[in-house]
Nanobody, 119 residues
Framework: QVQLVESGGGLVQPGGSLRLSCASS????????MGWYRQAPGKQRDLVAT???????NYADSVKGRFTISRDNAKNTMYLQMNSLKPEDTAVYYC?????????????WGQGTQVTVSS
């Protein structure tokens, strides 16, 4: 079994910064693409950023230039550095990962971490 656990969420003032982490554990052979998604109350879950195993990144237009996704393959951990936060960034942030266990590749999700941007 594979588990993804997010951490680092919290309350921050507009213009502030937070760093989210997503730690993967379990019977992992390899982790392919990883990503961060967010869901605000009453809205659908949207892509924030993705990163491939080779380090190629993709960002939603709304976070380009403010957020940076990264990963440490040796630790099976992904990060999201969020700077210049805005109230509209308030949401539950979820990580996901395409994990290979043996011959199978499956997408796993974390439980989410709340990010609130408010003065």
């Amino acid at each position: 079994q594979v588990q993804l656990v997010e951490s680092g969420g919290g309350l921050v003032q507009p213009g502030g910064s937070l760093r989210l982490s997503c730690a993967s554990s379990g019977s992992i052979f390899s982790i392919w693409t990883m990503g961060w998604y967010r869901q605000a109350p009453g809205k659908q879950r949207d892509l924030v950023a993705t990163i491939t195993s080779g380090g190629f990144t993709n960002y939603a237009d709304s976070v380009k230039g403010r957020f940076t996704i990264s990963r440490d393959n040796a630790k099976n951990t992904m990060y999201l550095q969020m700077n210049s936060l805005k109230p509209e960034d308030t949401a539950v942030y979820y990580c996901n990962a395409d994990v290979q266990t043996g011959w199978n590749i499956r997408t796993y999700w974390g439980q989410g971490t709340q990010v609130t941007v408010s003065s």
